[in-house]
């Protein structure tokens, strides 16, 4: 395990040394998170009759430009319809 960073200049100096590896970095853990907030959604919260709509749920990889990292997850595709219906008339189940 690392040593803690105890001070501004060594902290500054260690954000530094990371450098442009920092941005992968962070893409790959909001990645993994954003993985884990899908299947928490998946498992918790889609309703499920026949299942195309928890199918449909998916994360894009992660998009870096310069510092700024994006990822996106939702569901779509050919559910849509049924995604937008179930949404909108909560009381229909």
């Known amino acids: 395990m690392a ?3 105890q001070g501004l200049a060594k902290f500054a100096a260690a954000l ?3 450098g442009t590896s920092l941005p ?3 893409a790959g853990v909001i990645y993994r998170e954003a ?3 899908m299947m928490d959604s998946k498992q918790h919260y889609v309703p499920i009759d026949d299942g195309p709509l928890r199918g449909s749920g998916q994360v894009q990889p992660p998009v870096i430009s310069g510092t700024t990292v994006t990822v ?3 569901y779509g595709d050919a ?3 049924y995604a937008l219906a179930v949404h ?3 009381s229909a189940h």
Do not use: D, F, M, N
Request: charged share 35%; proline share 5%; glycine share 4%.
């Open 24 to 26: 992968k970095v962070a």
């Open 16 to 18: 530094q040394r990371l």
């Open 3 to 5: 040593e803690p960073i």
């Open 88 to 90: 909108e008339h909560l």
């Open 72 to 74: 996106t997850l939702g």
């Open 35 to 37: 993985e884990r907030i």
């Open 79 to 81: 559910a849509v319809r």
